[in-house]
């Protein structure tokens, strides 16, 4: 874990830029409701590339990643209902709990493949169950509801979009260390990587609890946003796959692809409901399938296509 | 690297365009028509009853409309309904009710389908202030939040369980059921089947020893195996079987638990028992004597005047097809807002919700009125009416007696 991340400045000024232009956004021209979508689509940016850690630098693809969105909200949820702690306070305790529950799922790191990914449809689905008859803790299956405060509702746009770029920056950061070439060496070979002392199980207890604190700290301000939470949705299966789903449609194991899967989740989604009612899972299903049909890098390698064939168009015209 | 961020940056830029170059309002001026907004499940699981709820609130909006609008303060004013496919899903349910008050702008909410979408959506309505009136959420916890714009046409399940207790034990007392009477009481793991549940356990705990919950499990929504649970019931031999399910599972179990060769004394799954879609499923044979308790009936044609030109005006529009509860909820709500809009006699949600919040409306609903109390937090409390499946493929109602058709057995084939 040695060694500082290389992270050239003029993208990470173009970076802080974008996200300064995003935070003035609604206090400039945002509607009511493009401040929403944003809101939804910073969380699931969040969620994503979270996940990405795990599932796009160790290869390791997490079909339970739902159970650390879903404890995170509730454990905010109960800190701010029961211990009446500000929600950012709350937020640190349920990133917390689900961090540590990641770590709790050692045993399945030491699968691989499609192994790994069974277990963690287990973990995800086991929690789900436990959780949605702990009534003591999420209160069972009517869940729970927060106090109602619009205000603060408004102002999680911005920490939202802290969060979301956090994450990327900390996506980035990782990615260009030497903590990041010792998982993308666990993700191409565990036994080689081991041969040069890169121990596999330490790597992927770290990354898998940073990545579970990471959604779980989304979930518990999911939790604040929405002021009602019930366990059926909150651990539910399609969430988990959701996550799964936007990476590769974004780009799984590349920096930041998965960030584009989110975005035209949230807004290609809302589109298609909107203008097609009832075409909208179709269309849906036709842009997965063509993704992943005829480009595994997803929108992110659909993008380095065309900027290359721009450059190679522009070389042969200056030739 | 340089290209990857530097593609991140305009993406983030991009996304946030398009939404940012909507208008931040609409100016009101003179105002033509009432933009009312509404999802219900079109797709998904509950796609099915999606579709009957669509059919009872255009039939709600055409009725209006034929008559040239709603009278409001004096100028008849067109309603517009603005409906999308929440897919069965709960965040869907909640982004599209942020839309439709946000970007769309609509005046008012009609609700969804399903409690879990109604919590959920609800939730979106309260934060925004906007008057909520739905036919598709029962279980009482929703009510239980507080919320002031929440109004709720379905009686509680609660009460649904205690009027299927009331008519069992005037059969035990008749004699037609064994005392103490063992029950098998399955109930869907949501709050819809928690209400159902804790209604049983406190009737059967308050009957001093006349019943006896041999059974109490729960289980998942739209599963496809019921085996487990009803391999429970058979060998505890039950004389009552009573289950909470929404349709798709009640057809799936029951099919299951025919073919486990089960029968009980009394079986019902709640709400579900009469729909036509059950009986074309699984066959009139396999349905008889199920009992089911259902907030509307089109029998109540029969004794309630409301009831009687709603079922002709469903028929005159759907090609002669009867209405279910389904549709009459819809369409019940729909004009409960409808009235409150004209009673406040401004396109105005505060005084809107003052008047749903005192509203006393003549109703198609089992007892003729449709109000909100706000002690119960917004929630109809109008009593349920039980139907009993024939062997002649009919389902008349048995009880309450006013309102009966035909007297409800014990199912005789059973022992």
């Known amino acids: ?319 | 690297m340089t290209c990857r961020a530097r593609s991140l940056c305009v993406l983030l830029v991009l996304a946030a365009i398009p939404a940012a170059c909507k208008p931040k309002s609409t100016a009101s001026g003179d105002r033509t028509e009432i933009l009312i907004g509404a999802t219900l499940p079109l797709t998904g699981a509950e796609a099915r009853t999606g579709g009957f709820f669509k059919e009872g609130y255009e039939l709600a909006f055409d009725e209006v409309n034929q008559r040239g609008g709603l009278d409001v303060g004096g100028k008849k004013l067109k309603v517009t309904l603005k409906l999308y496919d929440d897919t069965s899903t709960q965040d869907t349910a909640a982004s599209l009710a942020d839309k439709l008050i946000k970007s769309d702008k609509v005046d008012f909410l009609l609700g969804t389908y399903s409690t879990a979408l109604v919590n959920r959506q609800s939730t979106v309505a309260e934060q925004n202030k906007v008057p909520y009136v739905n036919g598709g959420g029962a279980a009482s916890a929703i009510y239980k939040r507080g919320y002031k714009y929440l109004f709720g046409a379905l009686s509680s399940i609660e009460l649904l369980s205690t009027t299927l207790m009331t008519w069992i034990d005037e059969q035990q007392k008749a004699g037609k059921l064994p005392r103490p009477s063992k029950i098998a009481l399955l109930w869907e793991n949501a709050s819809h089947g928690k209400e159902f549940r804790e209604g049983v356990a406190s009737y059967a705990g308050k009957s001093g020893g006349a019943y006896e919950i041999a059974v109490d499990e729960s289980f998942e929504i739209n599963a496809k195996d019921f085996s487990a649970v009803l391999g429970k019931v058979k060998a505890a031999g039950t004389d009552i079987f009573l289950v909470d399910a929404h349709l798709p599972d009640y057809i799936t179990m029951q099919r299951q638990y025919i073919d486990a060769g089960l029968c009980h004394k009394v079986a019902s799954y709640g709400a579900r028992g009469a729909e036509k879609d059950a009986f074309e499923k699984l066959g009139k044979d396999n349905v008889q004597y199920v009992l089911s308790g259902t907030w509307w009936s089109p029998l109540l044609a029969a004794t309630n005047p409301l009831a009687k030109k709603y079922v002709e005006a469903f028929k005159a529009k759907y090609g002669g097809r009867t209405p279910e509860w389904f549709q009459a909820l819809g369409y019940e709500a729909a004009r409960a807002l409808f009235t409150a809009i004209e009673q406040a006699g401004a396109v105005d949600r505060e005084a809107v919700r003052g008047k749903l919040a005192a509203l006393k409306l003549d109703s198609l609903l089992p007892g003729g009125v449709l109000e909100f109390p706000q002690d119960k937090g917004g929630q109809v409390q109008a009593s349920y009416v039980l139907q009993q499946n024939q062997p002649d493929g009919t389902s008349p109602i048995i009880f309450p007696k006013d309102v009966a058709a035909a007297a409800g057995v014990p199912d005789p084939r059973c022992k």
């Open chain 1, 1 to 319: 874990m040695t060694g500082r991340p290389r992270i050239p400045p003029r993208p990470a000024w173009g970076f802080a830029a974008a996200c300064a232009v995003l935070a003035v956004l609604p206090a400039l021209v945002l509607s009511d409701y493009a401040h929403d979508q944003l809101t939804e689509s910073y969380l699931m940016i969040a969620c994503v590339l979270a996940w990405n850690w795990m599932g796009g630098f160790v290869g390791q693809i997490s079909f339970g990643h739902a159970a650390m969105f879903g404890l995170g909200g509730f454990v905010a949820a109960r800190l701010i209902l029961h211990v009446h702690l500000p929600a950012p306070v709350a937020w640190l305790g349920g990133a917390i709990a689900a961090g540590v529950f990641a770590l709790g799922a050692h045993p399945t790191l030491r699968l691989r493949g499609p192994y790994f990914s069974i277990a963690t449809i287990g973990v995800g689905e086991v929690s789900r169950h436990v959780f949605t008859y702990w009534e003591r803790f999420t209160g069972g299956a009517t869940g729970l509801s927060l106090p109602i405060d619009v205000d603060f509702r408004y102002q999680l746009y911005w920490w939202t979009l802290g969060l979301a770029a956090a994450v990327a920056v900390a996506s980035l950061a990782i990615r260009h260390s030497s903590f990041g070439l010792r998982l993308l060496a666990i993700k191409a070979d565990v036994d080689a990587a081991a041969d040069v002392g890169v121990s596999a199980t330490l790597y992927q207890d770290v990354i898998f609890a940073l990545s579970g604190a990471a959604v779980g700290l989304a979930g518990a301000m999911h939790a604040s946003y929405q002021s009602d939470i019930e366990p059926s949705d909150m651990f539910g299966f399609d969430r988990s796959i959701t996550f799964v789903l936007l990476a590769v449609i974004g780009g799984v194991g590349t920096s930041l692809g998965p960030a584009l899967g989110a975005v035209v989740f949230v807004l290609v989604r809302s589109y298609l409901l909107q203008s097609f009612p009832t075409l909208h899972l179709g269309l849906y299903g036709v842009l997965l399938i063509a993704i992943i049909l005829f480009e595994p890098l997803g929108l992110t390698g659909l993008g380095r296509r065309f900027v290359r064939r721009v450059r190679g168009a522009r070389r042969a015209g200056g030739a």
